[in-house]
């Protein structure tokens, strides 16, 4: 067991890790500098960004859609050369996921998904907008509903749960996990409904998973004909139970897990997390977990990949264009939002990465594709990023769109075919 750390070895970790930022920040990107990318790839800035942005969706014709908390923004390069000229911000859609499916733009908020008719003009006719399901409770934490449509038009919405751990009251020292956990009942999971209907809510929908804390990095693998995630893992493990954690535990353990959704899954949410000092399933400190303490061997699945702790895993995308080199085809880009709490340790994540896939399953070791976003961190704090990916989209002619959170920038990431 580890005692709390004394605040003054904290303070001075955390200017140490401040220094090792600032020394090892040679890759790290400046206001206009590029992201650091494998040979052979280049970065074009799209758009420098009109404010905070969240996920993005390219259309057939390669205009661009950025999702925000602002609202949705329409782009469009009209000369080709892969900088937008023209830039809309439209509708009262204000929120997270954004997606493109048989001629409807769809887009969410905290409370439900809507859609728009596309049609040759780059801004639908706002007057077009439906409600596909609405009136989700608003709640403060982990309240975005990204979404995935499958090829019939089903839409898998996820229901982040507004709590870290379940707790009898939450985030606080020491207090048990509610057991069995009613959040369970609305939240933590996946919900599905008929994407080509409207006016549903809820109720209208089915449970298709359980067991995940927040799954904002959510989509439908079309050759797998399967549902994937990359969820955030919990927080607080050493404010929480100090006799049993310390802040490096904290900021080391609890993995970001990747995984195949089943229908009827159950990803271990909050009773259990994946410890990626043991990598092991072990029973949570507010379950009666004891830092050693395993799950019951098959109630859960174990990860495809355990990525490390906080990093924030913010979008999915399986890459099936054919500009870059074929060793990415099938496989998987993530976009990491970047840390918040990693404390004393230094601040991670705020890169995309690239995990090789053969049919589903994992084909080797995660790569980091596009890094440097962040930049030095001063101070180790997140807030001082330059930038964070968040969203990913691919291009009709296969480059792939990185989209930031910060001030909305978006890159174009492009092979030279080489």
């Given at each position: 067991?580890?005692?709390?750390?004394?605040?003054?070895?904290?303070?001075?970790?955390?200017?140490?890790?401040?220094?090792?930022?600032?020394?090892?920040?040679?890759?790290?990107?400046?206001?206009?500098?590029?992201?650091?990318?494998?040979?052979?790839?280049?970065?074009?800035?799209?758009?420098?960004?009109?404010?905070?942005?969240?996920?993005?969706?390219?259309?057939?014709?390669?205009?661009?859609y950025l999702a925000s908390r602002n609202g949705l923004t329409a782009m469009r390069d009209t000369n080709g050369d892969f900088v937008v000229d023209e830039v809309t911000t439209f509708g009262d859609v204000k929120g997270t996921g954004v997606r493109i499916y048989k001629g409807y733009?769809?887009?969410?908020?905290?409370?439900?998904?809507?859609?728009?008719?596309?049609?040759?003009?780059?801004?639908?006719?706002?007057?077009?907008?439906?409600?596909?399901?609405?009136?989700?409770?608003?709640?403060?934490?982990?309240?975005?509903?990204?979404?995935?449509?499958?090829?019939?038009?089903?839409?898998?919405?996820?229901?982040?749960?507004?709590?870290?751990?379940?707790?009898?009251?939450?985030?606080?020292?020491?207090?048990?996990?509610?057991?069995?956990?009613?959040?369970?009942?609305?939240?933590?999971?996946?919900?599905?409904?008929?994407?080509?209907?409207?006016?549903?809510?809820?109720?209208?929908?089915?449970?298709?998973?359980?067991?995940?804390?927040?799954?904002?990095?959510?989509?439908?693998?079309?050759?797998?004909?399967?549902?994937?995630?990359?969820?955030?893992?919990?927080?607080?493990?050493?404010?929480?139970?100090?006799?049993?954690?310390?802040?490096?535990?904290?900021?080391?353990?609890?993995?970001?897990?990747?995984?195949?959704?089943?229908?009827?899954?159950?990803?271990?949410?909050?009773?259990?997390?994946?410890?990626?000092?043991?990598?092991?399933?072990?029973?949570?400190?507010?379950?009666?977990?004891?830092?050693?303490?395993?799950?019951?061997?098959?109630?859960?699945?174990?990860?495809?990949?355990?990525?490390?702790?906080?990093?924030?895993?913010?979008?999915?995308?399986?890459?099936?264009?054919?500009?870059f080199p074929k060793k990415y085809r099938g496989g998987a880009f993530i976009a990491f939002h970047g840390s918040w709490n990693r404390a004393p340790e230094p601040q991670a994540g705020y890169k995309v990465v690239f995990q090789p896939l053969k049919d589903g399953k994992p084909s080797?070791?995660?790569?980091?594709?596009?890094?440097?976003?962040?930049?030095?961190?001063?101070?180790?704090?997140?807030?001082?990023?330059?930038?964070?990916?968040?969203?990913?989209?691919?291009?009709?002619?296969?480059?792939?769109?990185?989209?930031?959170?910060?001030?909305?920038?978006?890159?174009?990431?492009?092979?030279?075919?080489?």
């Amino acid at each position: 067991m580890h005692a709390k750390l004394p605040r003054v070895i904290v303070r001075i970790a955390n200017v140490a890790a401040a220094v090792c930022a600032a020394l090892f920040a040679g890759a790290a990107m400046g206001q206009d500098a590029a992201p650091t990318l494998p040979p052979g790839f280049t970065a074009t800035v799209v758009q420098p960004g009109t404010g905070a942005g969240r996920h993005l969706a390219i259309a057939p014709n390669g205009d661009i859609y950025l999702a925000s908390r602002n609202g949705l923004t329409a782009m469009r390069d009209t000369n080709g050369d892969f900088v937008v000229d023209e830039v809309t911000t439209f509708g009262d859609v204000k929120g997270t996921g954004v997606r493109i499916y048989k001629g409807y733009l769809y887009a969410s908020d905290n409370v439900g998904v809507y859609r728009y008719k596309l049609g040759k003009a780059l801004v639908p006719d706002v007057a077009t907008k439906e409600t596909v399901v609405s009136q989700f409770p608003p709640e403060r934490q982990h309240a975005d509903k990204t979404f995935a449509l499958d090829e019939k038009g089903t839409l898998y919405v996820n229901v982040g749960a507004p709590s870290n751990s379940c707790q009898a009251k939450d985030r606080e020292e020491g207090s048990p996990g509610r057991n069995p956990c009613p959040i369970l009942e609305r939240y933590g999971g996946v919900w599905v409904f008929d994407g080509n209907k409207q006016n549903q809510t809820p109720a209208d929908g089915r449970r298709f998973a359980t067991g995940m804390r927040n799954a904002v990095a959510i989509t439908w693998n079309p050759r797998q004909k399967a549902l994937y995630s990359a969820i955030h893992g919990r927080d607080g493990l050493d404010t929480l139970f100090p006799a049993l954690y310390n802040a490096v535990d904290n900021a080391t353990r609890t993995a970001e897990e990747f995984h195949q959704i089943e229908d009827g899954g159950d990803y271990g949410w909050p009773y259990t997390f994946w410890d990626l000092k043991l990598n092991e399933r072990i029973v949570a400190p507010e379950y009666g977990g004891d830092t050693k303490k395993k799950a019951d061997k098959g109630k859960y699945p174990d990860p495809l990949v355990a990525f490390p702790a906080h990093w924030a895993p913010n979008d999915l995308l399986f890459y099936d264009g054919r500009s870059f080199p074929k060793k990415y085809r099938g496989g998987a880009f993530i976009a990491f939002h970047g840390s918040w709490n990693r404390a004393p340790e230094p601040q991670a994540g705020y890169k995309v990465v690239f995990q090789p896939l053969k049919d589903g399953k994992p084909s080797g070791k995660f790569e980091e594709f596009a890094d440097g976003f962040a930049g030095t961190l001063e101070g180790n704090n997140p807030r001082n990023a330059v930038f964070r990916p968040v969203g990913l989209a691919v291009h009709p002619d296969g480059a792939l769109y990185i989209s930031d959170s910060q001030k909305g920038r978006i890159w174009r990431i492009a092979h030279s075919g080489k």
